[in-house]
């Protein structure tokens, strides 16, 4: 297999925040390589995706499962999306063209492609293909405010606490409902236990035992707005000796996120390494909209 062009190749994907800010920095020196670069990018991630995908829809044999095995083969896996992408007839060869042909010309054009740039690597192409980042990221400015009082609160970075939030609510997608459909601003999947005296929702959820994933109805916590729900988020974690650990280690995604699964917030087996995914996009995308 023939081996990548060099004027598109990229030292790393655009989860690496260095290769962001010089493909950035790229799209107004020299706009056309920069097209190039973001089209690399988002080819890279959709390998990434994919083969993530693939690796899910396997069945474990449950003989060398755990935390440790998944954040090698998620490097693994990084490392195979960065080989795969950038070959010659490729996805990144036709994104590039259809930003060529869709960018204009003159002074314009360094920003188109900083627009490109920021588009390829959120995750989405000049034609609109794959899946669009745009309901992501108008989720992480809605919850922005709410997560710099949290961080105020607790010392967890705000796009630490936004990617938690993002993860247990499906990107607000997911958000605890009560039975008349109204939201109930539960966006961390608190539970309503430690003496809860407020509203509740009953809601069938998915929790893991020995392992396997079993249906069952748990009640969780309701609150009237959002700012409520981040308030009281950061007063468990502030007010919970199980979670001192996690503020100790929560400068760094992997810290926080490992804390948490520890601490025994979530019983699925994979939820550190899920969060830490989702903060690194969290991350990803409020970089790209500052």
């Known amino acids: 297999m023939a081996a990548p062009p060099t004027s598109t190749s990229m030292p790393g994907l655009a989860l690496d ?6 493909l950035r920095r790229d799209a107004s020196r020299d706009p056309r390589a920069a097209l190039r670069q973001a089209a690399g990018q988002f080819e890279a991630l959709f390998m990434q995706q994919l083969l993530k995908s693939m690796r899910d829809a396997m069945p474990r044999s449950g003989m060398f499962d755990g935390p440790g095995q998944d954040v090698y083969v998620g490097m693994l896996d990084q490392q195979l ?7 010659p007839g490729g996805l990144a060869e036709i994104i590039a063209r259809q930003m060529e042909a869709a960018a204009p010309t003159g002074a314009a054009r360094p920003a188109a492609a900083r627009k490109a740039v920021e588009a390829a690597a959120a995750g989405t192409d000049a034609a609109g293909a794959g899946r669009p980042a745009g309901a992501q990221a108008d989720f992480i400015e809605r919850m922005w405010p709410h997560a710099v009082s949290a961080q105020r609160a607790t010392g967890v970075p705000a796009a630490f606490v936004v990617g938690q939030a ?3 609510s499906g990107w607000g997608r997911s958000e605890i409902r ?13 539970k309503a236990t430690g003496g809860w005296t407020g509203p509740t929702v009953d809601v069938t959820t998915t929790e ?19 700012a409520e ?3 009281d988020w950061a007063s468990l974690m502030s007010g919970n000796a199980r979670y001192a650990p996690v503020l100790r280690a929560g400068q760094s995604a992997e810290g926080f996120a490992q804390g948490l699964q520890r601490a025994g917030y979530a019983t699925d087996p994979r939820y550190a ?16 909209t500052v």
Do not use: P
Not at 82 to 87: P, V
């Open 273 to 288: 390494d899920k969060l830490e995914r989702t903060i690194n996009q969290t991350l990803l995308l409020k970089r790209l």
């Open 178 to 190: 009560h039975a008349d459909g109204r939201g109930a601003h539960n966006l961390f999947g608190v």
């Open 208 to 226: 893991y035992v020995d392992g396997k994933a079993v249906k069952s109805v748990e009640r969780f916590r309701a609150y009237a707005s959002y």
């Open 166 to 168: 993002a993860l247990e």
């Open 17 to 22: 925040a260095r290769s962001l800010d010089a």
């Open 229 to 231: 729900a981040f308030r």
């Open 81 to 87: 999306s960065q080989s795969l992408a950038n070959r």
